[in-house]
Nanobody, 123 residues
Framework: QVSLVESGGGLVQPGNSLRLSCAASGSIFKIYNMSWYRQAPGKQRELVARIATGASTDINYVDSVKGRFTISRDNAKSTVDLQMNSLKVEDTAVYYC???????????????WGQGTQVTVSA
């Protein structure tokens, strides 16, 4: 009923930038939190950045990306982006879009995931 489609991943050298985008579609009534997660080989999936809904938007990042990554959302377009600057080798991972969404058919908010996009940072 709800789909999250990601784009923007790729291969870059350390110090360069990438911008990830995620678009939500379907019978959406309301989108609550939107987040980016990542999972590197041999590691658990971790929360990278989260942006909440509300009059006062709450944003948080994992310590390792603070000052380098910026999450933003466009509620009119139902999209969330992740601007990644000064990329490091350790940022290499599959990045996943996540959103909490209620639909026109079901008012109960549920968790949805994107398919993931590969980000590889290598010299």
């Amino acid at each position: 009923q709800v789909s999250l489609v990601e784009s923007g991943g790729g291969l870059v050298q350390p110090g360069n930038s990438l911008r990830l985008s995620c678009a939500a579609s379907g019978s959406i009534f309301k989108i609550y939190n939107m987040s980016w997660y990542r999972q590197a080989p041999g590691k658990q999936r971790e929360l990278v950045a989260r942006i909440a809904t509300g009059a006062s938007t709450d944003i948080n990042y994992v310590d390792s990306v603070k000052g380098r990554f910026t999450i933003s959302r466009d509620n009119a377009k139902s999209t969330v982006d992740l601007q990644m600057n000064s990329l490091k080798v350790e940022d290499t991972a599959v990045y996943y879009c996540n959103a909490i969404v209620s639909t026109l058919r079901d008012s109960v908010p549920r968790v949805y995931w994107g398919q993931g996009t590969q980000v590889t940072v290598s010299a």
